[in-house]
């Protein structure tokens, strides 16, 4: 089993900045992806970032630019730096950790720009 942590949502008005903390226990290996959806109300859960063991990383074409992930593999934990914030940004985050025998996710953060 993984437990998955997350911290640092809440409230920012438009330009602002949050920065994501997830952090990953019990079953964990570093060499394991991992990243950060996000779910719109009313809308499907979709890809923010994602962060392979060797540093690669992947960002949807939405946050291009403003969204930074990065990871402390000695820590188990994944970062989600966002700028430049949207109301279009505005929905609950969530951590994903991805195991070869499944995907673990996190208990969901709630990011809300104001305009």
């Known amino acids: 089993q993984v437990q998955l942590v997350e911290s640092g949502g809440g409230l920012v008005q438009t330009g602002g900045s949050l920065r994501l903390s997830c952090a990953a226990s019990g079953s964990v290996f570093s060499l394991n992806t991992m990243g950060w959806y996000r779910q719109a109300p009313g809308k499907e859960r979709e890809l923010v970032a994602t962060i392979h063991a060797g540093g690669t990383t992947r960002l949807s074409d939405s946050v291009k630019g403003r969204f930074t992930i990065s990871r402390d593999s000695a820590k188990y934990t994944v970062y989600l730096q966002m700028n430049s914030l949207t109301p279009e940004d505005t929905a609950v985050y969530y951590c994903?950790?991805?195991?070869?025998?499944?995907?673990?996710w996190g208990q969901g953060t709630q990011v809300t720009v104001s305009s």
């Open positions: 994903n950790y991805h195991a070869s025998w499944r995907d673990y």
